[in-house]
């Protein structure tokens, strides 16, 4: 089992330009989640997803959009970017037993 | 809202124990994780405790106290590879299995 897995690993972006992060899980979790994580600081909830076809908001949502088309796979969308949004993103999904599994880090840097 | 409390620092020495300690406040609780992350790598799930009491997982043992809203991670025959940073979680009743991280306590090992 691969896990939770992350596309891209490192990325440079031009303020206002998009992308799309790619995480898939193997281990067929209903829950998924996109977090972001600046220096110093803690995980902050940016989008849940409570199973296939359905998307919530966390803690920091704006600037951001989700998919769960297939129960596998979470996609985070960045429309325009922004300085702020400069960081690094960790998918998670999560199973019964309270422990949520992490991908290994996507790094964005917006210039 | 939801917040936590844990030291931003803490240093011990090879073979030593050590306490992490956090507090939290939050407007629904459903329980307190641990996450262990390495410079540059994903968080790893340490421990989670949803009642009252002691955890034990090997060298590493989680408490809380649910009417103080307060818990501690304690590491046992401290390792050079157990330095790393360390992060408290409240999991809030949404039902998704949110998680709310503290800020992180970074652990240095020294001989």
Redesign the interface.
């Known amino acids: 089992n691969a896990g939770v897995t992350q596309t891209p690993k490192f990325r440079v972006l031009k303020t206002g330009q998009s992308m799309t992060l790619l995480c898939a899980q193997d281990m067929n979790h209903e829950?998924m989640?996109w977090y972001r994580q600046d220096p110093?600081?803690?995980?902050?909830?940016i989008h849940?997803s409570?199973g296939e076809g359905t998307t919530?908001k966390?803690?920091v949502p704006d600037g951001y959009n989700v998919s769960r088309l297939k129960k596998q796979n979470f996609l985070l969308g960045l429309e325009s970017a922004a300085p702020s949004q400069t960081s690094v993103y960790?998918c998670a999904s999560?199973n019964a037993?309270?422990?949520?599994?992490?991908?290994?880090?996507t790094r964005l840097t917006v210039t | 809202g939801q917040s936590l409390e844990q030291p931003s620092e803490v240093t011990a020495v090879e073979g030593a124990i050590v306490q992490i300690n956090c507090t939290y406040q939050t407007s629904g609780f459903y329980g307190l994780s641990w996450y262990q992350q390495h410079d540059g790598g994903a968080p790893t799930f340490l421990s989670y405790n949803g009642l009252d009491g002691l955890e034990e997982t090997g060298r590493f043992s989680s408490f809380l106290s649910r009417s103080d809203s307060y818990g501690y991670l304690l590491l046992q025959e401290l390792q050079m590879k157990d330095s790393a940073s360390y992060f408290c979680a409240v999991r809030g009743r949404t039902g998704a299995n949110n998680l709310f991280f503290g800020t992180g306590t970074r652990l240095t090992v020294i001989p």
């Open positions: 829950y989640y110093g600081m803690g995980l902050r909830l849940y409570v919530a966390g803690e960790f999560y037993g309270g422990e949520q599994y992490f991908g290994p880090g």
